[in-house]
């Protein structure tokens, strides 16, 4: 442990040695009497200058996973090697990580343990390292102090907070695999879909009893039969727009998990596609296992600046499922990700997107000339919102101002319009 010496300790021993001069110089004892005091603190300090005491500090978690704004327990073991000490743990700052609790000092025998406790609050999603800090300990008369650094030891996991939706996007295609989304065909099902006369293979519980005695001739009942559909989360890490609360790579963690929770809960296979500087992504799945592969990839997701142009030859063939939904997150802060969303329509995908407004995300302007880019800002966006739906791409607008799910209404309510124009 590093040693720092008191500024104190200088200062008493140039009394100590100026009452012994005045002492000397004057003949008489009273100065030495009146430094006398500060000669026994010069004594200890020499005594306390003898010791090389090590104290060690492992901090520990109740729980390593939590979701954006818990609050967790932490506990710090310290072990005390040689001296009586005053021992505090001063944690590490952190970005992401509220220190609500601090540690308490402690007084440690020789040869002895302690534990003492704190909380932090969690203020964003990420992988984020805790444990680390400062271990400061003081002698028993504050003539030494000792640090040493203890390096950060556990891995926290903040889950992003997701949105309560009460429904998705029907997907235009569905797979032959059973699902919640019922389908417009005939088969064995729970929705009622027809009722036809009885032919050979039928099932005798499908019988209609009322229509086969009112007609004299058997008649059976047909239905829409429940599949399950692809769905394919496209992310934007081209750009990152940073206000002064959240990111727009925040609000598209937090709709990407919206959506792949609310899928994987009515059986439907989920994949996960990140284009930026890197291209990433996770094969379709379901189950809650794959839920939990979606929010670790989320997890790592970070903005990798790149000046080459987008290439959808790049993007594996078996990520994006044929007949899939594909739903795009982003802000349009870099018109590199609008190339790639088109060209994914191009190629047949059934494609609907969600815009995260960045301006909406920034300080209010502080000039005249600022406020003026921000409206041409604007405006150039409302300009791509609309090229977007001429080419029948629903796109919607989604902020902190209204949930999730009005934005996901919203878009189902734009393809059912477009059915009704072009049935």
Known sequence: MTRYRSPRVVFYAAAVAGGAVLSIGMGRAEPTLIVAPLLVFLILVGVAAQL?????AEAGLARLKCVEGDELDFEVRLTNGDGRLAVTFLVDPSDWLDLVLPPPS????????????????????????????????????S???????????????????????RSMIRPKSLRPLFGNWVSRSSGIGLEYADIREFSSGDQRRHINWKA??????????????ERGSDLVIVLDTYADVRGTGASSLDLAVRAAI?????????????????????????????????????????????????YSWPNTNSIPKHVIPPGALVIGLTAFADRRISHV??????RGHDVVVVELPAHALLAPPSSER??????????????DRNRYRRSGIPITVWDQSRPLDAAIRELQSFRRASLRMNP
Not at 143 to 165: G, M, Q
Not at 217 to 224: G, S, T
Not at 341 to 346: A, S
Not at 372 to 381: E, I, N, P, V
């Open 370 to 383: 600022e406020a003026l880019a921000r409206k041409l800002w604007s405006m150039q966006c409302e300009v």
């Open 52 to 56: 090389s005491p090590t104290v060690e």
């Open 258 to 306: 919206s959506v792949a929770a609310e899928s994987v809960a009515i059986r439907d296979r989920v994949g996960f596609l990140a284009v930026g500087g890197n291209v990433e992504w996770l094969l379709p799945g379901n189950g809650g296992r794959q839920l939990y592969r979606i929010v670790d990839s989320l997890m790592t997701t970070q903005i990798i600046y790149s």
């Open 106 to 141: 402690v007084t440690m025998r020789p040869h002895s343990q302690a534990k003492i406790r704190g909380r932090i609050r969690c203020t964003r999603w990420g992988a984020h390292s805790f444990g680390g800090g400062y271990i400061r300990a003081r002698d028993q008369v």
């Open 143 to 165: 003539a030494f102090t000792y640090e040493r650094h203890v390096e950060p030891r556990l891995d926290i996991r903040v889950y992003p907070r997701s949105e309560n939706l």
């Open 341 to 346: 969303l088109r060209d994914l329509r191009t």
């Open 212 to 225: 086969t005695a009112r007609r004299r001739q058997l008649h059976v009942n047909l239905f829409h039969p």
